[in-house]
């Protein structure tokens, strides 16, 4: 499977990914918690991967309870 | 002494015995989560951080607060009184609270009545309620914070939570509610009640181990409030400065994650129960007690006249037996665990004129029954008619 087809989401925290997973889970947006590729941020934390194609559903359901520090193609 | 032989009126101090999710909750935790909550990115410790987060989510849904993010776990609510009043209040701010507080509050605020922070400590009538009119007087310029707490441990008084918080909004000064006694007991919307800090604890009526409590924080709160405690949070690692961001800031170190474990299985409980119908089961055993207790010759009780302003803490005093005998001789002679003193509140034995000796604390929870409210009655009729006999619960 190439890498284009997932985008990962950051976040400020595990809490705060966390908080994002029940927001996903709730729009039935299918993801994996994974955790942060060491070429995208030095933070030992965990983010959400997410297929491509859910980018702006995921995006869309999130914005409204927990504030995303970026989203990245894997 | 078995468990069974017990009769347990010290809910007001910890709730015993827990629901059966709590314990298992917690044993579950120990035997298969167990790791590190989100301090690693390995699934275990994601798991871990992940059955904090269900408390969280547990707690906001409880409280009527809409974001999760906003509830902050500490070891209890006297942490968490701690953490607000050093990390909020500073010299020169005037703060007013109730005389009917815990020293939870009264003692963390003297300390700061010395480092030049002006108290000012309404009066309560001797049934422990307030008139909120008196706390609209005390308020002057430089009144920062409003600290009330939502019952009283010792009477068991409900305090005008509501009309005290539309005072605060009114003008513009933060309202903290202390609700160790209430929350699991009484209904609590932060919103409604224009509640801007809520301190709870987990191991009273929320039915959570020991060392388990937080707060919930009101919007824009986090940039005035500095942390009690500064440390690792497995979140910007890179940085040696503290994070900004809930609830990060205010929880270093590693938590008490078996035990919040615990602690979000005992909401759950509560939830499914209902929490009406947790209270009414209370009330009537409350209202079963005090009439009961008013009908003994030599008893004295305090607290409101009226029991719907109050939760299920009785507090009563016997002519002929000082409170400790009192407490030991029930304990000793009947299996009544019971709490005699002042229950770290001097300053509402002041208000209700039982200091210093005190008064004997009936604490009741949902786990009482009628028939132990009954067997507990005969007691004290027992011990003021000086008929005291070695008898046990379980072979009444």
């Known amino acids: ?74 | 002494m078995h468990p069974e032989n017990i009769v347990y009126f010290d809910n007001a101090a910890t709730s015993w015995p827990k629901p059966q999710e709590t314990m298992d909750a917690m044993y579950l935790f120990a035997a298969h989560t167990g790791a590190n909550p989100g301090r690693s990115g390995h699934s275990l410790s994601v798991q871990a951080a992940r059955e904090v987060m269900d408390t969280r989510e547990a707690l906001a849904e409880l409280l009527c607060v809409q974001d999760m993010l906003r509830i902050i776990f500490t070891r209890n609510a006297t942490e968490s009184l701690n953490l607000v009043f050093k990390g909020l209040l500073h010299k020169g701010d005037h703060v007013i609270t109730s005389s009917m507080e815990h020293n939870s509050v009264m003692r963390p605020l003297r300390g700061l009545e010395s480092q030049g922070v002006k108290l000012s400590v309404v009066q309560c009538a001797p049934t422990g309620e307030l008139d909120p009119g008196d706390i609209r007087a005390a308020i002057m310029r430089g009144t920062r914070m409003i600290v009330l707490t939502h019952a009283s441990n010792v009477t068991g008084t409900l305090m005008p939570v509501s009309e005290v918080g539309s005072i605060a909004r009114e003008h513009g000064i933060v309202f903290c509610v202390d609700a160790a006694q209430t929350a699991g007991s009484v209904p609590i919307d932060v919103q409604s009640m224009n509640i801007d800090i809520l301190v709870f604890t987990g191991h009273k009526a929320l039915f959570g181990p020991q060392g388990t409590g937080g707060l919930y924080l009101g919007p824009g709160l986090e940039h005035e409030l500095t942390p009690l405690v500064m440390g690792g949070t497995g979140s910007l690692s890179e940085f040696e400065k503290q994070p900004d961001f809930l609830p990060d800031k205010y929880e270093s170190g590693t938590p008490n994650a078996m035990g919040l474990a615990g602690l979000g299985a005992g909401v759950r409980f509560l939830q499914r129960q209902g929490l009406a119908s947790v209270r009414a089961r209370e009330e009537e055993l409350k209202e079963q007690l005090i009439e009961g207790l008013r009908n003994i010759r030599g008893v004295h009780v305090y607290g409101p006249k009226d029991m719907a302003r109050s939760i299920a803490n009785v507090s009563f005093t016997m002519e002929s037996t000082s409170p400790s005998e009192v407490t030991l001789a029930l304990d000793e002679f009947y299996g009544i665990m019971s709490r005699p003193g002042l229950h770290c509140a001097p300053s509402a034995h002041r208000t209700i004129g039982t200091f210093p000796g005190g008064t004997v604390r009936f604490s009741l929870g949902y786990f009482n029954t009628s028939d132990q409210v009954s067997y507990a009655l005969q007691a004290v009729s027992d011990l003021c008619a000086g008929t005291l006999e070695k008898r046990s619960w379980k072979s009444r």
């Open chain 1, 1 to 74: 499977m190439s890498g284009a087809e997932y985008q990962v989401i950051l976040f400020d925290s595990v809490n705060a990914a966390l908080l994002a997973e029940k927001l996903l889970k709730r729009e039935g947006i299918p993801f994996k918690v994974i955790p942060v590729p060491r070429h995208l941020s030095s933070d030992c934390g965990v983010c959400i991967r997410i297929p491509a194609h859910e980018r702006e559903r995921a995006k869309h359901s999130l914005a409204k309870g927990v504030h995303i520090q970026g989203i990245h193609a894997l």
